[in-house]
């Protein structure tokens, strides 16, 4: 339960680091083209930059040298994943819904609300959710069935959030379902399939790197993450536009599990 302190240290300022010059250019963008949907993209390259820039920094201590590359690959792989997916949904939209009521909705500029309202409070989430990856660079001996844990629960993480998003595009896709309401596969089971993998993918990334005693204080990581998830920017968000424009979406409220998934109840 070792961690090298000063690869641990390096790589949480290194981390801050890129996700100030990360958020900072796609401030810089959203400014330019007015569309705060660029966020969307930068949220899983962020992670992606951040693992990637931890398992370099760990190559100047003594801690093991294979753990930092697991927690950069498996989370290269969810983040490359998720930005592509957001920006083939985005590309050539319109500015997402929830972006375009909060700039207009207290009178700020649209500079002001981008830096106050989108890029810098995301950018302290990543860097909160981000913790397992810089702490676990210092990872002396890693605890390789808690390891296989964590890579269990971020693939059933993967599976769900990905296979999630293919059946919800799938659907919007096809004409015939215009306006419906999605409620197949595994949105049967719950009704945020996308959050609830996403939730088990952190969970599984900080038990990873949960082998010392420094990566089990990154709880904080999956704790922070499920709570932006079903209570800030994800399902709260989500469903109340859906009670609006969905038909029959109160009576899916009654017979889907919000996030966990599980049986549909009968109606």
């Known amino acids: 339960m070792d961690t090298d302190w000063s690869v641990s240290l390096v790589a949480l300022g290194v981390g801050a680091l890129v996700v100030v010059v990360l958020m900072t250019t796609g401030l810089t963008i959203a400014r330019r083209s007015e569309r705060l949907t660029v966020v969307d993209t930068l949220w899983g390259l962020g992670f992606v930059a951040v693992g990637l820039a931890s398992a370099l920094v760990s190559l100047t201590g003594d801690g093991d040298p294979v753990l930092p590359w697991v927690l950069a690959g498996l989370t290269a792989v969810w983040g490359v994943r998720l930005a592509a997916y957001l920006h083939r949904r985005n590309h050539g939209q319109a500015e997402d819904p929830r972006y375009a009521e909060l700039a207009s909705a207290d009178g700020r500029s649209f500079a002001e609300v981008a830096l106050r309202r989108v890029f810098l409070p995301q950018g302290i989430a990543m860097y909160l959710v981000a913790t397992p990856l810089m702490v676990g660079a210092g990872t002396r001996e890693p605890v390789w069935w808690l390891v296989g844990v964590g ?65 089990l204080a990154t709880v ?40 966990v998934p599980w049986f549909p109840k009968k109606a």
């Open 220 to 259: 904080v990581s999956p704790i922070a993450m499920t709570f932006f998830l079903t209570k800030v920017t994800g399902a709260a968000n989500n469903e109340k536009g859906m009670k609006k424009s969905k038909p029959g979406y109160d009576e899916y409220v009654r017979r889907t599990s919000g996030f």
């Open 151 to 215: 890579v269990a629960i971020w693939l059933l993480g993967f599976v769900f959030e990905s296979v999630g998003d293919a059946q919800l595009a799938r659907f919007k896709a096809d004409p015939a379902n215009r306006g419906q309401l999605m409620d197949r596969g595994l949105w049967r089971y719950t009704r945020h399939p996308n959050y609830f993998g996403d939730a088990c993918v952190w969970t599984g990334l900080w038990l990873v790197a949960a082998s010392s005693w420094a990566g």
